[in-house]
């Protein structure tokens, strides 16, 4: 298995520009988010999914959108990116609820916005 | 709401000697609770969990943690540190029942194993 797999691994984009970030798993997990990384502020949920179809929002969802039309990918869109959002983001998987709720993480996108 | 607290940014510990790595945490019902560590440049990797039942957890490379119910704790230990233990170190909580599909993560601990 793969496990969890995000694209690009670094990305600089202009204020303004929109981009998808790509996340895949391969584990068959219900459960996927997102989260961003900024110093001195541990991990903030943007997105979630509890599966294909099915997204809710998280602590910091503004300027962020998300879909979910199979189980494997939850891709994560930037409609216009602005230097706060400037960060690492990374993907996240787990089986719904229960023992199995321990989460998978990808190797992050490191994104600056200019 | 929930809410993790991490209250030191930093621990020093020279190789050898036992290390804590401190976690509180706030949630409205009961609580499951994560330690995950990340090393330089790399995703989030899974330590130990507590769901239920004892409330000493053993995880992965030697590491341990004590849910304590009344001072709503969950430290990490390692009883003799290791210089690989090097990295940062994540305390999470998720909500058992109501509004469990959020994890909430505090701001992390830098752990510096000295040789």
């Known amino acids: 298995n793969a496990g969890v797999t995000q694209t690009p691994k670094f990305q600089v984009l202009k204020t303004g520009q929109s981009m998808t970030l790509q996340c895949a798993q391969d584990m068959n997990h219900e459960y996927m988010s997102w989260y961003r990384q900024d110093p001195g502020m541990g991990l903030r949920l943007i997105h979630y999914s509890v599966g294909a179809g099915i997204t809710d929002q998280g602590e910091v969802p503004n300027g962020y959108n998300v879909s979910r039309s199979t189980t494997e990918d939850f891709p994560l869109r930037l409609l216009s990116a602005a230097p706060s959002q400037t960060s690492v983001y990374f993907c996240?998987?787990?089986?719904?609820?229960?023992?199995?709720?321990?989460?998978?993480f990808g190797p992050g996108t490191r994104l600056t916005v200019l | 709401a929930q809410s993790v607290a991490q209250p030191e940014d930093q621990v020093n510990v020279a190789e050898g000697n036992p290390l804590t790595v401190k976690c509180t945490y706030s949630v409205s019902g009961n609580p499951y609770l994560f330690w995950y560590v990340q090393y330089p440049n790399r995703g989030l990797q899974f330590l130990l969990k507590?769901?239920?039942?004892?409330?000493l957890v053993k995880g992965s490379y030697g590491f341990e943690a004590e849910f304590n119910k009344s001072q709503t704790s969950f430290h990490l230990k390692k009883p003799s540190a290791l210089v690989s233990d090097s990295a940062l170190y994540f305390c999470?909580?998720?909500?058992?029942?109501?509004?469990?599909?959020?994890?909430?993560f505090g701001s992390g601990t830098k752990l510096n194993v000295k040789p």
């Open positions: 999470a909580v998720r909500e058992a029942l109501y509004n469990f599909n959020k994890f909430y």
């Open positions: 507590y769901i239920t039942g004892d409330n």
């Open positions: 996240a998987s787990s089986y719904q609820r229960g023992a199995k709720d321990t989460q998978y």
